[in-house]
């Protein structure tokens, strides 16, 4: 198993704080960005400081832009989604 991350600022090991996390990694597109692809890892958190990361990612994503099912895969992940605000819901699309 890989050495646990490390919080540089506090000196501690990031500890596993919430398995299952979604996230969408996006694209530019026109003037902004689109969904990209669809990942899932878990997020370890600093009990120093408090910041966040995500590790344990596939080394595959598990939905891509080009896929018939992708905006479906997205939309029932929704409300479990992290993205970067600059995106749009899919729903808006
Ligand atoms: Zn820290």
Excluded at 75 to 84: A, G, K, P, T, Y
């Amino acid at each position: 198993m890989p050495m646990k991350p490390i919080c540089v600022t506090c000196k501690l090991f990031y500890r596993p704080s919430r398995n299952g996390v979604w996230f969408l990694e996006g694209m530019p597109s026109g003037a902004g960005w689109a969904p990209y692809k669809l990942w899932h890892g878990d997020e370890w958190s600093c009990r120093g400081c408090g910041s966040t990361i995500i590790v344990g990612v596939a080394p595959q994503p598990f939905s891509e832009h080009f896929e018939p099912d992708f905006k479906r895969k997205v939309e029932l992940r929704l409300e479990q989604i992290w993205s970067n605000p600059i995106f749009k819901s899919m729903t808006e699309q």
